[in-house]
């Protein structure tokens, strides 16, 4: 194969192959060679019974690293968490339905699967398995599982099989699989010539020191877009909201609690950005009086709370609008569309994601969420149930086609 075609992604990354013990696992040898040859660096993670099939030493001699076969190696102390946080790309071939099954209900007890559920790249997937195994209903219900969740998995090969069939079960040949790892680093990449500015997290707006306003935003959705947009190569400015999500590293984050202070802060960063992405769930009412003391409940049977609008914070990024690119987000409970619709148009955004946040399984506080994706052009796009990562990778590529259309510039400030 054209080893030099996947030097341009290939060179300098950081990829995580793991083996299972399948009789394809010889193959995984070859794998790694080409993506040495192409300048990656591979950690190599096997299962026991793929020791069974080709040695630990045969990898490491390979990769010159350290095979890792054991979740409690006292050589590897956290390999679990430590070789996946490096990784741009996690691949796991050959990966038996055994394997797929794990990694489909989330159980962890080997370190590869333990991986799974700690690693943040993308994840690569090449199945093989006996032919009636791979049509097997469980096995397809948990590639739909997989793949529903963002994991790319390639079917596997019609062919001949080591129990003698000719079936669909081979393991994708190795320019299918080289090729898919460089797709995924390619798509990482197409982000770098944009600022982009997220808001995420709720808002909170003071009754007096102990009591505030506010809703149930995690700020989960805000924060996966900002992690797949700096994924994807994007600066990337977060604006947040109170929250316990712990940071992504190289993203500027500026904290705020109120709905002003948000705005403020969105003002501050918007001359600067290609794309504005308002994820957060800004309160639309504030206390017209914050009390300085904490209110007292003694000799008072009710309590009535005067409300002011909070600021718009969209109609005031309108004003200033140059050439950005606006995202906006519409939470809604009934009518969703309808009126994701009318806040697109009343706000002059190029595209809104409406989600109906009622919906079991997700909304607020999930890590999934299933959404509409309106554009100012008419378009709709209707995204089922899927994790929060995944739905921020496809509302930036259904960003990035407007930034073709209409090419983002970034604005110099001096």
Partial sequence: MDEARFVTHLSGKRIVLGV???????KAVSVLRTLRCAGAS???????????????????????????T?????????????????????????????????AALGLADDVLTTMLLSVRCPIIVAPAMDGDMWTHPSVVQHVQTLRSRGV?????????????????????????IVAAVDSVLASRCDW???????????????????????????????????AAAKARGAEVILVSGPSSLSLEPG?????????????????????????????????DFRPKQSFVQKVKKQGKTDMVLELEATPDILAMLSARRTSQIMVGFAAETEHMVSHATDK??????????????????????????????????GEQRDLGLMSKRR????????VHELCRVRPCQKVSVE
Avoid: W
């Avoid at 099939?53 to 890792?68: A, D, I, N, Q, Y």
């Fill in 20 to 26: 299972t013990g399948s009789i394809a696992a010889y």
């Fill in 42 to 68: 591979v950690s190599v993670v096997m299962t026991k019974a793929a020791t069974k099939f080709v040695t630990p030493l045969t990898f490491e001699v390979l990769s010159g690293e350290r095979v890792v």
């Fill in 70 to 102: 054991d979740l409690f190696d006292a050589h590897e102390p956290m390999a679990h968490l430590m070789i996946p946080e490096r990784a741009d790309v996690m691949l796991v071939a050959p990966a038996t339905a055994n394997f797929l099954a794990r």
């Fill in 152 to 176: 790319v998995v390639l079917d596997p090969e019609v062919g001949p099989l080591a129990s003698g069939q000719i079936a669909q079960g081979r393991l994708s040949e190795e320019p299918k």
């Fill in 192 to 226: 770098q010539n944009e600022v982009v500015l997220v808001s995420a997290g709720p808002t909170q707006e003071s009754i007096d020191p102990v009591r505030f306003l506010s809703n149930r935003s995690s700020g989960k959705m805000g924060y996966a877009i900002a």
């Fill in 251 to 283: 993203i500027t984050t500026v904290r705020v609690n109120t709905a002003a202070e948000m705005a403020d802060a969105l003002c501050r960063h918007f001359s600067t950005c290609t794309v504005l992405i308002m994820a957060a769930a800004v309160s």
């Fill in 344 to 377: 697109l148009n009343a706000k002059g955004l190029d595209l809104i994601v409406a989600n109906d946040v009622t919906q079991t399984g997700g909304g607020f506080g999930s890590d999934d969420n299933a959404a509409i994706i309106l554009s100012a052009r």
């Fill in 391 to 398: 739905l921020a990778d496809e509302i930036l590529t259904a």
